[in-house]
C-alpha cells in the first residue's frame, strides 16, 4: 500500500492563492485606545502583486507627452 502522508507541494507564504476581489483593503477590527496617546489605529494590508503605478511623463522624447500610462 501506499503511504498516505506526505510533506507539502508548496509555500504557504501567500494564501490563499487567488486575486483579490478588490484592489483596496478592508479593516475588521480597531484597537481600543485614549485620544491622549497617537498611535496607528488600523493598518490596511494588501495582498502580494497588487501595486498599481501611474508615472507622468515631463520629458519631450517619448510620443506619450504628460500622459498617465498605467504598470501594473
Given at each position: 500500500m501506499a503511504k498516505r502522508n506526505h510533506p507539502r507541494r508548496g509555500s504557504m507564504a501567500f494564501s490563499p492563492r487567488k486575486r483579490?476581489?478588490?484592489?483596496f483593503a478592508h479593516v475588521n477590527a480597531w484597537p481600543e485606545t485614549d485620544a491622549s496617546e497617537v498611535?496607528?489605529?488600523g493598518?490596511?494590508?494588501?495582498?502580494?502583486?497588487?501595486?498599481h503605478v501611474l508615472p507622468v511623463t515631463?520629458?519631450?522624447?517619448?510620443?506619450?507627452?504628460?500622459?498617465k500610462s498605467a504598470s501594473p
Open positions: 483579490s476581489p478588490r484592489h498611535r496607528v489605529q493598518f490596511a494590508g494588501w495582498k502580494a502583486g497588487m501595486t515631463s520629458t519631450p522624447a517619448p510620443p506619450p507627452q504628460d500622459r
